[in-house]
C-alpha cells in the first residue's frame, strides 16, 4: 500500500530506555486514529519498540500497526520523498540528506521539533518559535510540551478518560487483569495496598523496602522487570530475580512482571493504589490514572531535572493542603535525590485518603487542557494554510 502524496513522517531515535518511542508511538496512533492521518513513523530501535507493543516485527523493514506506516530508521533517507509534515520528536536528528530534500520540495514540509516534556515557566515562551535553517530555505517550529496555558499540553486519546472510569469502576474487570498477570484477585474487606513501582536504578531503592517490609500494612509491589531489578535482587540476597516471581519478606509481597503492553500499563496504572513512576510518558499516564503517584525524573547533567521536578510539585501541590504538600514535595525530592524516603513513608501511607481525591482533582483539572494532537493539528493545519497561497 503506498501512502497518499500528502501524509506526516514523524522521527524517533532511541536513546536509551522505552520513553522515546512511548510517547512518539502514542502520538503517531492517535494522529493516525482520531484525525485520519496518514503517519510514516521512523524508528530506529524497533526491539525497545516490541518491548511496548509486543506486535511489532523486529526483522521487518516497514510494517502497519494501527494504520501507521512503521520504517525501520537504518538506511540513508536520500530516496525518500519527506511528507508534508516532518516531526523530529525529542529533538532527533535528521540526516542532512533528508534535510535537503525537504528542501526542493515545493512547497517545503511543515517541519516541527516536538520537544520533551517540562512544567517550567519558560516552556510557553519558546512554544511555536521559528527557528530558520542557516543555509535553506526551511524553517523549525518548537512544539512544547506542557501543563501551563500557552504550551503545546499533553497527549491524551480521546478514549483515555472513559476508559479509565469504565476500568476502575468495574471490580470484575479488575479482577480478571490481575489474574491475567497471575497476581491474587483483591479481597475489598483486606487492608492490604497495591503499588506499581516503575523507576530507575536508585540508592534509595533498599530502604522503600525496608520500610515496605516493617509497615503495618502489608503492600504488594508490582516491578516490571528492568532497571531496578538488579538491586532489589541484591536487597533479596540474591543474583537476579526472574519475570514472575514473588519474593516475600515481613509485610512485603514483591511480584516481578514482565513488561506490559501500553495498554496494559495503562490499567495497571489505573489499577493500583498508587504508582511510581519516571522518566516523561509513564508519568504523564500516571496523572491520568488519577492515582497518587511518586515521580522519578530522568537525570540530567548539573542536575536540570530537579528543576523540573521543582517546576511540576509547584503546579501539583498548589491546591494541596500545606501539610500534604510538604509531605509530597520532601518524599518526592528524597527519592529523586535518592535519599531513605523510610522515615517519610508511614505518613505518605496515611495520607493516601487524602491524596488519592488530590490526584483525581488534578487528573480532571488537567482534561481542561486541550490535548497535544489536537493542538498540533490546529498548528500544522494553521502553517499548511498560510503555504497555500
Ligand atoms: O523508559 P523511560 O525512562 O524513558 C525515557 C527515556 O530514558 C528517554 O531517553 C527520556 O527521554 C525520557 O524517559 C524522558 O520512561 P517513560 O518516559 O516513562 O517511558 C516508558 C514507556 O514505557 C511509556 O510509554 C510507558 C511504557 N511502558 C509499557 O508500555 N509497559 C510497561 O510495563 C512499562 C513499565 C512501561
Not at 501512502?3 to 522521527?11: C, R, S, Y
Amino acid at each position: 500500500m503506498n501512502l497518499p502524496v500528502a501524509h506526516w513522517d514523524i522521527f524517533c531515535s532511541v536513546v536509551d530506555n522505552y520513553g522515546d518511542i512511548g510517547v512518539t508511538w502514542r502520538l503517531a496512533r492517535q494522529l493516525r486514529a482520531e484525525f485520519h492521518i496518514a503517519v510514516r513513523l521512523w524508528v530506529d530501535d524497533l526491539r525497545a519498540f516490541q518491548h511496548i507493543r509486543p506486535e511489532v516485527d523486529c526483522a521487518a523493514a516497514t510494517q502497519y500497526l494501527e494504520g501507521v506506516e512503521i520504517w525501520h530508521w537504518t538506511t540513508s533517507l536520500s530516496l525518500i520523498e519527506p511528507g508534508n509534515v516532518v516531526i523530529e520528536a525529542l529533538a532527533c536528528d535528521l540526516p542532512e540528506d533528508f534535510i535537503q530534500a525537504m528542501a526542493v520540495k515545493t512547497p517545503p514540509p511543515v517541519w516541527i521539533n516536538l520537544e520533551y516534556l517540562s512544567a517550567e515557566n519558560w516552556v510557553a515562551g519558546v512554544h511555536g518559535l521559528p527557528s530558520p535553517h542557516p543555509r535553506l530555505a526551511l524553517t523549525k517550529y518548537f512544539f512544547m510540551p506542557g501543563y501551563i496555558a500557552g504550551s503545546g499540553g499533553l497527549t491524551r486519546e480521546a478514549w483515555l478518560y472513559p476508559g479509565r472510569d469504565h476500568f476502575q469502576g468495574d471490580a470484575e474487570a479488575q479482577n480478571r487483569f490481575w489474574s491475567g498477570l497471575g497476581l491474587p484477585e483483591r479481597n475489598d474487606g483486606a487492608r492490604r495496598l497495591r503499588i506499581s513501582l516503575f523507576s530507575y536504578d536508585s540508592a534509595a531503592l533498599a530502604g522503600l523496602l525496608a520500610i515496605c517490609s516493617q509497615g503495618d500494612i502489608p503492600i504488594d509491589l508490582l516491578v516490571p522487570r528492568g532497571l531496578a531489578i538488579p538491586q532489589i535482587a541484591a536487597w533479596f540476597g540474591l543474583a537476579d530475580i526472574p519475570e514472575g516471581a514473588a519474593m516475600r519478606r515481613g509485610h512485603l509481597c514483591l511480584y516481578v512482571l514482565p513488561m506490559l503492553a501500553q495498554d496494559d500499563y495503562d490499567r495497571l496504572l489505573w489499577a493500583c493504589d498508587a504508582n511510581f513512576v519516571r522518566g516523561e510518558d509513564s508519568f504523564v499516564r500516571a496523572q491520568f490514572a488519577a492515582r497518587p503517584m511518586i515521580w522519578q525524573a530522568y537525570r540530567q547533567s548539573e542536575d536540570a531535572h530537579l528543576d523540573k521536578l521543582a517546576a511540576f510539585l509547584d503546579l501539583y501541590c498548589a491546591d494541596l493542603p500545606p501539610v500534604d504538600a510538604g509531605l509530597v514535595r520532601a518524599l518526592w525530592r528524597g527519592w529523586n535525590r535518592e535519599e531513605d524516603i523510610a522515615p517519610l513513608w508511614p505518613d505518605w501511607i496515611e495520607a493516601l485518603p487524602q491524596l488519592s481525591i488530590h490526584a483525581r482533582a488534578w487528573a480532571t483539572q488537567l482534561a481542561v487542557q486541550t490535548d497535544l494532537a489536537s493542538n498540533l493539528v490546529k498548528f500544522i493545519n494553521k502553517l499548511l494554510e498560510s503555504r497555500a497561497f
